[in-house]
């Protein structure tokens, strides 16, 4: 057997205590902005901003085109010149035909109102170009370029257009005018005729013609073609009985 040593406990040594060092007391200045930092009033609490209003698309401004549709109750465009026309609002009928598709622009009708507009607000030049640029199968069609002729210093021309101003319907424009215009005009183109050639033949063609207008409008004598054969067959018979002198 192994020998049996006494076993000897180490003594063990009493735990002394670790001195912890002393918490330096705050300086006064330091105590005194500590303080002052707890007496501060919070501050409040950020309003919540309003939520973006939604973006509002709005609808595009309708074109003066429907706009007159809309006023005379009609889809068609061209409708909606003829009755602007029918007002007498010609500038309105200028600025329509400026809106009109070209497909629609191009059709007869339109450019008839175009062209009566156009030589009614006396833009003589455009009325002329358009007269030009394209021929119309129509009395009224010719009726304006038979006045755009006198206007132009050419009766004779005027004379022979009127012939087919009254032979060819009016589409756009009713037959009583057209007859009533023609009247005027031819009495002027003769007028024109006899001061260029005075004769016994032109002085009596011209006052025949005068007599032609007096006798259409006698019932409305305050008309001013009414007005102008009066004074037309005065003139034109001073001036013969003149020139005979």
Same mark, same amino acid.
Request: with cysteine; proline share 8%.
């Given at each position: ?11 063990v ?21 500590a ?44 409708e ?39 030589y ?9 170009d ?12 010719y ?21 087919? =101003?009254?032979?060819? @319907?009016?589409?756009? #424009? /009713? &037959? ?5 215009d %023609? !009247? ?14 005075? =004769?016994?033949?032109? @002085?009596?063609?011209? #006052? /025949? &013609? ?5 006798? %259409? !409008?006698?019932?409305?004598p ?24």
């Amino acid at each position: 057997s192994l020998p049996q040593y006494p076993i000897t406990r180490a003594a063990v040594k009493p735990e002394v205590a670790i001195k912890q060092p002393a918490t330096p007391a705050p300086a006064p200045k330091a105590l005194a902005a500590a303080r002052a930092v707890k007496r501060m009033p919070k501050k409040p609490a950020a309003a919540a901003q309003p939520a973006p209003a939604p973006t509002v698309i709005s609808e595009p401004s309708p074109s003066y085109l429907e706009v007159i549709k809309a006023k005379h109750g009609t889809g068609d465009p061209v409708e909606a010149l003829a009755k602007e026309a029918e007002l007498g609002r010609f500038e309105s009928v200028l600025r329509l035909f400026g809106e009109l598709p070209p497909e629609v622009a191009g059709e007869n009708n339109a450019l008839l109102l175009r062209l009566r507009a156009l030589y009614t607000l006396g833009k003589r030049t455009e009325a002329d170009d358009a007269v030009k640029q394209r021929t119309i199968d129509d009395g009224e069609y010719y009726l304006i370029k038979a006045k755009l002729s006198y206007a132009a210093g050419d009766a004779g021309q005027a004379l022979k257009t009127l012939e087919k =101003s009254v032979t060819i @319907r009016a589409r756009m #424009l /009713d &037959a009583e005018t057209v007859h009533r215009d %023609y !009247l005027f005009y031819r009495a002027l183109c003769l007028g024109r005729v006899f001061d260029q050639a005075p =004769s016994d033949d032109t @002085r009596k063609n011209a #006052l /025949d &013609a005068w007599f032609e207008v007096k006798n %259409y !409008l006698r019932k409305i004598p305050d008309h001013s073609y009414f007005k102008k054969a009066v004074v037309e067959m005065q003139r034109i018979g001073d001036a013969y009985v003149h020139g005979k002198g």
